[in-house]
């Protein structure tokens, strides 16, 4: 497995939680990206089982904008059907001009006698959003309300 990671950066305003995330590939950032958007809002992520599975798809002309959307696609299941999902599978590619994300999410329902609730995102937002190319791989910087 590839490694991806995640850093939650101090700078964030009040009522934000913001992250870096980076990957050796395009995918692997998105992917490290939701990581980080269920850590914001789970303590202990490694106990989300994989028992129920979504697929995303979500095209933008703006590669950031992309992003965003598929980190609300996370959001919604946790808003709408009480699910807590991760990313299990990505795939980013660039066609005609269109940024498209295709992904596996995986995950369960939340459980509090298992999961350490520790914030609530209630948005993604464009504030310091950015992504980009950083030497053999890619970085995103993203800023969750909550």
Known sequence: MIDVAYRFLEDAPPADVAF???GPSLAECFRAAADATIAAMLGNPQM?????RRRAHVED???????????D????YKDAEQLLLRAADMAVREH????????????????RTRHELTGDVKAVT???????????????TVVLDV
């Open 61 to 71: 002309d703006v590669l950031e904008l992309a992003l965003v959307k598929l980190l």
């Open 20 to 22: 870096a995330a980076s």
């Open 126 to 140: 464009v504030h310091r959003l950015k992504v980009e190319k950083k030497g053999a791989g890619w970085e995103a």
């Open 96 to 111: 005609e001009g269109r940024w498209i994300v295709d992904a596996t999410l995986e995950g369960e329902p939340i459980d």
């Open 73 to 76: 696609e996370i959001v919604f």
């Open 48 to 52: 989300l089982e994989a028992r129920e």
